[in-house]
Each structure stands twice: as structure tokens, then as C-alpha cells.
């Protein structure tokens, strides 16, 4: 019997390198064009939902951050320790970010708590039934568990693709995903 943690870790360092080297591959319009603007059924959820919440991009993580300053104020994650725990806060197109305690961009330690009706979460790996690879710390799928109402949307690259995600009972699967290419609808609640 396979271990869904050791296949899911292998599997994360396989997506790693597919998502750096297309990323390296895409030219400068290619790149500027990739997560300009909210698909309509994504931008309907998104005004049905508010606030929402993004993230500040990290490596080569997908860019979103222009797709939604239409929205006006969202909120992005933050870690206020190398902790289990990971809240939400209030951020506007141009505050500060602060780098946050595993080296990502997030709001200023004064930022507002705010709990999202919609989170666009990065992504390692995903599937089309809404399995999610993260980065293994586990911080969305708690905060998933802790707040089941709120829609997931996964953000990742279409090479980030695979058949099946390994899933482990505490994976919370993803309503949908986007990528540069698709809006993929992964269940009934959108």
C-alpha cells in the first residue's frame, strides 16, 4: 500500500521542477498576459463572496495580484510565527508588505483580520475532482476545516496538472481551479 504523504512529498519536488522550467521557458508577454483578469464565473463568485483573499506571488507562483485590484480591498495570508496558525488581513494595491517568517511577502503585523468568503490559494499539484499538492506546511487545509463555507480556488500553472493527487484525510479539496490556459469547476458550489 502506498503512503499518500511520501508520494505526495515525492510528487512536490516533480511539480516544483516542471512549474520553475515552464515558468523559465515563458516569454516577457506570454508571462505579462498570464492572470490579467478574472474569468466571469470566477468574478460573479468573487462579487457574490467578498472579501477575497489572494496571495502575494512567491517564486514562480502564478502573479494575481493585478488580476484582482479591480476588487479593490482583499485580504492575504499572514504567519505571525513559524506556527500552525495562518490568518487573513485586510491589504490595498499599493500598502506595504512585510516578509513574513518562511521568507513569503504578507501584511504588516497591524493589518485587520478578515475572514474571506473566496480564497485564491497557491498551488504545487492539482486534479480536476479539486486535489491540491501544497507546499506541505498544511496552513490551508486547516483554515479550510476551520471555515468549510468559504470557496476554495486553487492558482497554479497548467503544467502543474496530474491525474490524481494523492489525498490524505486532512486534504480539503479545492471548488475550483485556475490556471493561464482554464477555469476548471471541481464541484457543485460554485
Same mark, same amino acid.
Not at 499572514?78 to 504578507?106: E, I, N, Y
Not at 468549510?148 to 479539496?173: C, F, K, M, N, Y
Given at each position: 500500500?502506498?503512503?499518500?504523504?511520501?508520494?505526495?512529498?515525492?510528487?512536490?519536488?516533480?511539480?516544483?521542477?516542471?512549474?520553475?522550467?515552464?515558468?523559465?521557458?515563458?516569454?516577457?508577454?506570454?508571462?505579462?498576459?498570464?492572470?490579467?483578469?478574472?474569468?466571469?464565473?470566477?468574478?460573479?463568485?468573487?462579487?457574490?463572496?467578498?472579501?477575497?483573499?489572494?496571495?502575494?506571488?512567491?517564486?514562480?507562483?502564478?502573479?494575481?495580484?493585478?488580476?484582482?485590484?479591480?476588487?479593490?480591498?482583499?485580504?492575504?495570508?499572514?504567519?505571525?510565527?513559524?506556527?500552525?496558525?495562518?490568518?487573513?488581513?485586510?491589504?490595498?494595491?499599493?500598502?506595504?508588505?512585510?516578509?513574513?517568517?518562511?521568507?513569503?511577502?504578507?501584511?504588516?503585523?497591524?493589518?485587520?483580520? %478578515?475572514?474571506?468568503?473566496?480564497?485564491?490559494?497557491?498551488? %504545487?499539484?492539482?486534479?480536476?475532482?479539486?486535489?491540491?499538492?501544497?507546499?506541505?506546511?498544511?496552513?490551508?487545509?486547516?483554515?479550510?476545516?476551520?471555515?468549510?463555507?468559504?470557496?476554495?480556488?486553487?492558482?497554479?500553472?497548467?503544467?502543474?496538472? %496530474?491525474?490524481?493527487?494523492?489525498?490524505?484525510?486532512?486534504?480539503?479539496?479545492?471548488?475550483?481551479?485556475?490556471?493561464?490556459?482554464?477555469?476548471?469547476?471541481?464541484?457543485?458550489?460554485?
Amino acid at each position: 500500500m502506498t503512503d499518500p504523504a511520501r508520494s505526495k512529498a515525492h510528487l512536490r519536488e516533480r511539480l516544483r521542477f516542471r512549474r520553475r522550467h515552464f515558468v523559465a521557458s515563458l516569454d516577457g508577454m506570454a508571462r505579462l498576459a498570464a492572470f490579467r483578469t478574472l474569468p466571469s464565473p470566477l468574478a460573479e463568485a468573487a462579487a457574490a463572496h467578498a472579501p477575497v483573499a489572494g496571495y502575494a506571488p512567491w517564486g514562480d507562483e502564478p502573479d494575481i495580484l493585478a488580476m484582482l485590484e479591480p476588487l479593490g480591498t482583499i485580504t492575504l495570508p499572514r504567519h505571525a510565527a513559524r506556527v500552525a496558525a495562518m490568518d487573513f488581513c485586510r491589504w490595498h494595491s499599493g500598502d506595504a508588505l512585510t516578509k513574513g517568517p518562511w521568507g513569503a511577502m504578507q501584511p504588516a503585523p497591524d493589518a485587520e483580520p %478578515v475572514v474571506p468568503g473566496l480564497i485564491l490559494c497557491p498551488l %504545487v499539484g492539482f486534479d480536476r475532482r479539486g486535489g491540491r499538492i501544497g507546499q506541505g506546511g498544511g496552513h490551508y487545509d486547516r483554515w479550510f476545516a476551520a471555515h468549510p463555507d468559504t470557496l476554495r480556488v486553487g492558482i497554479g500553472w497548467s503544467v502543474q496538472e %496530474v491525474d490524481t493527487v494523492p489525498t490524505e484525510p486532512t486534504d480539503i479539496a479545492l471548488d475550483a481551479i485556475l490556471t493561464e490556459q482554464e477555469f476548471i469547476l471541481c464541484g457543485d458550489r460554485m
